[in-house]
C-alpha cells in the first residue's frame, strides 16, 4: 500500500471515529437519546456526506497545506456545507424513521463540533510527516534546458522536495554537469542515484522530448514503478500535483487524448445545461435582495448607468453581450488599461466593494440563463483581449471548447491575470477543467469560490 493511500485510510478512519463519538456526545448532551442510542448504519450517511465535502478541498490529499489559513477556511467551509446537506437529506427525503430526526440540533451542533477535531488531527498529521516528506526526493530526467526549466517551475508552484536533475544531453563520461545553478548528472548516473537514495524517491518525471533511454535504465524505471516509485511524464506530473496542464507540451493533437467528456459527450453538456438554469434561477431569486440594494449602491455614488456591457468571447468563439454590475467610473473605458491594476484609481468605492467580494458578478446569472455562459467554465474574455492572446499563445483556442463560467477552475487557483504571462498560466489552469470537467470537479470549485468571497479576495 503506498503512503499517499495509507495516509488517506488513516485520515477517513478518524473521521468516521470522531462522527461516531461526536454525534453520541452531542446527542446525549442536547437529551435526544442516551449516550450510544444511535446505531452505527445511521452515522454512515453523515459519515459519506462529511468525507465527500472533504474530499472536494483535496482534504485526504497528502499534498494538501493543511497548516495554511486558505485550507482552514475552506475546511470550515466544506463542513458547514456537509451539514446543512445532512440536513437537508434527514428532513426532507427520508421519510421512514430515521434516529436523526431526533433534533436537528445535534445534527447542526455536531457537524459544527468537528470542524476543529478533524482539522486539528489534519494539522499534527501534517506536521508529523512535513519531516519524512521532505526527506523524500524526484528525479527529473531530461534535456539541461528543460532541467533548468522545470526548477524555475518548482519554485513558482511552491514545491519544496529535492529535486536530482538528470541531463540526457551531458556528456557519458561526465559525472556531473552545471548550468547555472542545477546540477546535473548523466544518464548512467540516473540507477546509482537511484540506489543511493534508496526508498526516498518519491516519483522520477520524464520530459516527453527526452531522447530513448538505454535499455538497462528503462527496464529499471519499469521495475521501481511496480515497487511504488511513480514514473510521470512532464504533463502528466503538472495534472496530478498541480492539477493544471502545462503549454508546453501543447499541440493540436492534445485534443485526441483521454477526457474532454464535455466537449465529446452531449449527454454531459445537456445535464450541465439542465444544472445552470435551476441554480441559476435559484440564484437569482435568493440573491434578489442583493441584486436591487448593490443596484442601488452602484447608482446612488454617481448617478452613472447601473450596468456594464461588453463584448467577450464564448464556446466555438461566438461573441456574446456579457452583463455586470459597473465598478468604474463611467468614463473609465475612454482610453483606459485594458486590465485592472491594483488600487485601480478608476473604480469607485462601491466598485470596489463589489468586487472584493465577486457581488459585480451577479448580473450574469442572466447571461447563464440566456446560454451565454455556464456558472462554472474558463472566464469570458474581452474580444479585444482575445485576439492578442490567439496570435501570442498557442492553442489558445482550445479553452472555447466550453461556455464561459461566472467562476471557474483558474479563477479559484490563480490571481487576477494583468498581463500576458499570468494569461498564460490561467490558461494551463482552464485546459485542466476542461479536460477534467466533471460535477465533482464543479461542486470543489464552488466551495472554494465561497472562501475566496468571504476573505474579499476579488479584484
Known amino acids: 500500500m503506498t503512503r499517499r493511500r495509507s495516509n488517506s485510510l488513516l485520515l477517513a478512519a478518524l473521521d468516521l471515529a470522531c462522527v461516531i463519538v461526536i454525534f453520541h456526545v452531542i446527542g446525549w448532551l442536547r437529551g435526544s437519546s442516551e449516550l450510544g442510542a444511535f ?15 472533504i474530499h472536494l478541498i483535496d482534504g485526504y490529499s497528502r499534498r494538501t497545506d493543511m497548516l495554511s489559513l486558505a485550507y482552514t477556511s475552506q475546511h470550515a467551509i466544506a463542513l458547514l456545507a456537509a451539514m446543512l446537506a445532512m440536513l437537508l437529506v434527514t428532513f426532507v427525503f427520508i421519510k421512514d424513521p430515521y434516529s436523526l430526526h431526533s433534533s436537528r440540533a445535534v445534527i447542526s451542533l455536531s457537524f459544527i463540533a468537528l470542524i476543529p477535531v478533524t482539522l486539528s488531527y489534519r494539522r499534527w498529521l501534517t506536521l508529523r510527516t512535513a519531516n519524512a516528506q521532505s526527506k523524500r526526493s ?15 517551475t518548482c519554485k513558482t ?3 519544496d522536495q529535492q529535486v536530482f536533475y538528470v541531463a540526457t544531453d551531458v556528456a557519458d563520461h561526465e559525472s556531473v554537469s552545471s548550468w547555472g545553478s542545477v546540477e546535473m548528472y548523466a544518464v548512467p548516473q540516473l540507477l546509482p542515484l537511484v540506489n543511493q537514495l534508496g526508498g526516498q524517491v518519491e516519483a522520477i518525471v520524464l520530459h516527453e522530448t527526452s531522447r530513448d533511454l ?15 516509485v511513480s514514473t510521470y511524464t512532464l504533463d502528466l506530473f503538472h495534472e496530478i500535483y498541480w492539477r493544471k496542464i502545462p503549454l508546453t507540451g501543447l499541440n493540436q493533437t492534445w485534443l485526441f487524448q483521454e ?4 466537449a465529446r459527450d452531449p449527454v454531459f453538456a445537456r445535464l450541465k445545461r439542465i444544472n445552470d438554469i435551476l441554480l441559476a434561477s435559484v440564484g437569482m431569486i435568493l440573491f434578489s435582495p442583493l441584486l436591487l440594494l448593490s443596484a442601488f ?16 468571447i464564448g464556446k466555438n468563439r461566438v461573441p456574446f453581450q456579457i452583463y455586470k454590475f459597473r465598478t468604474m467610473r463611467s468614463d473609465a473605458g475612454t482610453g483606459g488599461a485594458a486590465y485592472t491594476q491594483k488600487n485601480d484609481p478608476r473604480i469607485t468605492g462601491v466598485g ?13 446569472l442572466w ?9 462554472i467554465g474558463p472566464r469570458a474574455e474581452w474580444d479585444k483581449l482575445v485576439s492578442n492572446y490567439e496570435h501570442e499563445i498557442p492553442c489558445y483556442h482550445f479553452r472555447h471548447l466550453m461556455k464561459p463560467g461566472i467562476t471557474g477552475w483558474a479563477q479559484v487557483n490563480y490571481p487576477y491575470g494583468a498581463d500576458l504571462e499570468d494569461t498564460r498560466r490561467k490558461l494551463e489552469y482552464d485546459l485542466y477543467y476542461v479536460r477534467h470537467f466533471s460535477f465533482t470537479l464543479d461542486a470543489a470549485i464552488v466551495l472554494k469560490t465561497i472562501h475566496i468571497m468571504l476573505g474579499g479576495k476579488g479584484r
Open 259 to 262: 477526457g474532454f467528456q464535455i
Open 367 to 375: 447571461n447563464v440563463l440566456r446560454g451565454d455562459m455556464s456558472l
Open 352 to 364: 470596489r466593494l463589489l468586487r472584493a467580494i465577486r457581488l459585480d458578478e451577479l448580473p450574469q
Open 39 to 53: 446505531d452505527i448504519p445511521d452515522l454512515l450517511g453523515p459519515f459519506a456526506i462529511l468525507v465527500l465535502a
Open 297 to 312: 449602491g452602484v447608482w446612488i455614488w454617481d448617478r452613472g448607468p447601473v450596468f456594464f456591457a461588453q463584448t467577450r
Open 157 to 159: 508552484n511552491h514545491l
Open 214 to 228: 538505454p535499455f538497462a535504465v528503462s527496464e529499471k524505471l519499469m521495475e521501481l514503478h511496480f515497487a511504488g
Open 138 to 152: 524526484l528525479i527529473f530526467v531530461g534535456s539541461q534546458a528543460s532541467c533548468v526549466a522545470f526548477k524555475d
